[in-house]
């Protein structure tokens, strides 16, 4: 256990429903992160939070909404997805800014868009 | 554009024996970091070993170590005495050292991923 919890685990979803995905972390850091990792495709960083404000977003589509309402706490709403936007979707928390730290991450939401 | 290239989808050993995943990336960067992270089943990333750049000393946790060849670009991961907990997918990845106006923190480049199977 990292620390860092991500609700659901599983979550199948056609593409008109609207549906959020959780992450919360115990660990007092202050950045949070949302990835994608796709079968057969690196990892990807989408959004980057620093106390609470958005620092990153690497050109993901507005289907994709994060919420960042406190440090401890990041969202991912989604809406009109399509399926190839079926994927795990890992969430990650670090202490902030410096060189030497450390990312921690989540078990992931594997998501299934049909 | 940093890249990161794993170029062996899939590498068994067997128990107690040595293996090396390898990973080369590509950056003009002089100061970056390389990790490698590993994935069970339970699809936690975990981080395995970390090596700063500027340290010409190869990094080691335990049986893990890591043969860093900065001129080649090169980032080798070497598991001793493997172990059947060992088995998962083990990512290798970039991270500038270097502050852009904001931070580098968080933002990793992946490669592709190796699979390890350990056989009994």
């Known amino acids: 256990e990292t620390g860092v919890t991500q609700t659901p685990r599983h979550l199948v979803m056609g593409m008109t429903n609207k549906k959020s995905l959780k992450c919360e972390q115990h660990?007092?850091?202050?950045?949070m992160y949302w990835y994608k990792q796709s079968a057969k495709k690196p990892l990807e960083l989408m959004f980057v939070y620093n106390f609470k404000e958005q620092t990153e977003n690497n050109s993901v589509p507005s289907r994709f909404s994060p919420e960042c309402p406190n440090s401890s706490h990041l969202f991912l709403h989604l809406h009109t997805l399509q399926p190839e936007d079926s994927a795990l979707y890992l969430c990650?928390?670090?202490?902030?800014?410096?060189?030497?730290?450390?990312?921690?991450f989540g078990s992931g939401t594997q998501l299934s868009v049909l | 554009a940093q890249t990161v290239t794993q170029s062996q989808p899939e590498m068994s050993v067997q128990e107690a024996e040595t293996v090396t995943l390898s990973c080369t990336y590509d950056t003009s960067e002089s100061d970056y970091y390389l990790f490698w992270y590993k994935q069970p089943p339970s699809r936690q990333m975990i981080l395995v070993i970390r090596q700063e750049a500027y340290k010409q000393q190869n990094a080691t946790e335990n049986r893990f170590s890591v043969n860093f060849q900065k001129a080649a670009k090169s980032f080798s991961l070497k598991i001793s005495d493997s172990q059947l907990g060992d088995a998962a997918m083990y990512f290798c990845?970039?991270?500038?050292?270097?502050?852009?106006?904001?931070?580098?923190?968080?933002?990793?480049?992946f490669g592709q991923g190796t699979i390890l199977t350990v056989h009994p």
């Open positions: 990650a928390s670090s202490q902030g800014p410096g060189l030497r730290e450390k990312l921690f």
């Open positions: 990845a970039y991270r500038s050292g270097v502050n852009a106006g904001g931070t580098s923190y968080g933002k990793l480049t």
């Open positions: 660990l007092g850091h202050n950045a």
